[in-house]
C-alpha cells in the first residue's frame, strides 16, 4: 500500500475517533473569513478547550460513514471547519454562535449533539441556552422559593400577634 493511502486512512480514522469521542461537534462554513479573525476564533475555542480542525470533505464523509454519521455528509460541502468538544456539549456551539453574530462571514452548518446529528437551527438553540452555572442558580431559586415564601408568612402571622396582643 502506498504511503500517501496509509496517510489519508489515517486522518479518516483520526477524524473519526474524534467524531465518536466527542460529547458535540458543530461544522462551520469559514470563507471569508481573513487570517486574524480565523486567529481570534481559534483563540476562543481554544481557551475553551476545543479543537477546531480544517479537513478534506472527502475523508470527513468516509469518517462520518465509519462513526455510524451518514446524516452529516450532506453538510459537508464547501470549505468548512469542525469544531470537536469531548467534555462540554455548549461550549463549541455556544462560542461559534457569538462569533457568528459579530462576523456575517462564519455560517453554522449542522453539529453533532450527543450522537445525533443536529441542523443549523438545532445549534443555534443549544448556543441559547443558559450557562451550567445560571441553569443551576435558576434550580436553587426554584427549591429556595416554597421555604422563603413559608418564613414571610410566619413572620407576618408573628407580626400581625403582637399588633394584636399590643
Do not use: C, H
Request: hydrophobic share 45%; charged share 25%; proline share 2%.
Amino acid at each position: 500500500m502506498s504511503k500517501v493511502l496509509e496517510a489519508k486512512q489515517a486522518v479518516v480514522g483520526e477524524i473519526s475517533d474524534k467524531l465518536k469521542a466527542s460529547a458535540s461537534v458543530v461544522v462551520v462554513d469559514y470563507r471569508g473569513l481573513n487570517v486574524s479573525q480565523v486567529t481570534e476564533l481559534r483563540k476562543q475555542l481554544r481557551e475553551a478547550g476545543i479543537d477546531f480542525k480544517v479537513y478534506k470533505n472527502s475523508m470527513t464523509r468516509r469518517a462520518a460513514e465509519a462513526a455510524g454519521l451518514e446524516g452529516l455528509n450532506e453538510y459537508l460541502t464547501g470549505p468548512n471547519a469542525i469544531a470537536f468538544s469531548n467534555e462540554d456539549v455548549v461550549a463549541p456551539a455556544k462560542i461559534l454562535n457569538d462569533f457568528a453574530k459579530q462576523n456575517d462571514k462564519l455560517e453554522i452548518k449542522a453539529g453533532v449533539i450527543e450522537g445525533a446529528i443536529a441542523t443549523e437551527a438545532d445549534v443555534k438553540a443549544l448556543a441559547e441556552l443558559p450557562s451550567r452555572e445560571g441553569l443551576l442558580s435558576m434550580l436553587l431559586s426554584v427549591l429556595q422559593a416554597p421555604m422563603r415564601n413559608f418564613a414571610l408568612a410566619t413572620k407576618a402571622v408573628a407580626e400581625q400577634k403582637e399588633e394584636q396582643g399590643a
